[in-house]
């Protein structure tokens, strides 16, 4: 039976927790930030947890992420 194989660029976006929550960045603070206020740029770049909704979808580019189901 062949490896299976990482999808690498989910690998690359996703972070996944000892306790085995997945985690993103948030989107919007790419490029044009100048009009983006200072606040709303800090609140950008915090980590958050994908939604139970995509949680399935996240691992299964990631066929080896050490997380229950």
């Given at each position: 039976?062949?490896?299976?194989?990482?999808?690498?660029?989910?690998a690359?976006?996703?972070?996944?927790?000892?306790?085995?929550?997945?985690?993103?960045?948030?989107?919007?603070?790419?490029?044009?930030?100048?009009?983006?206020?200072?606040?709303?740029?800090?609140?950008?770049?915090?980590?958050?947890?994908?939604?139970?909704?995509?949680?399935?979808?996240?691992?299964?580019?990631?066929?080896?992420?050490k997380?229950?189901?």
């Amino acid at each position: 039976m062949p490896k299976m194989k990482t999808h690498r660029s989910g690998a690359k976006r996703y972070k996944i927790t000892a306790g085995g929550k997945i985690l993103r960045r948030k989107a919007g603070k790419g490029h044009l930030l100048q009009h983006k206020s200072a606040s709303r740029k800090r609140r950008l770049s915090s980590m958050v947890e994908v939604s139970a909704t995509h949680r399935k979808l996240v691992l299964k580019e990631l066929p080896y992420a050490k997380c229950s189901g």
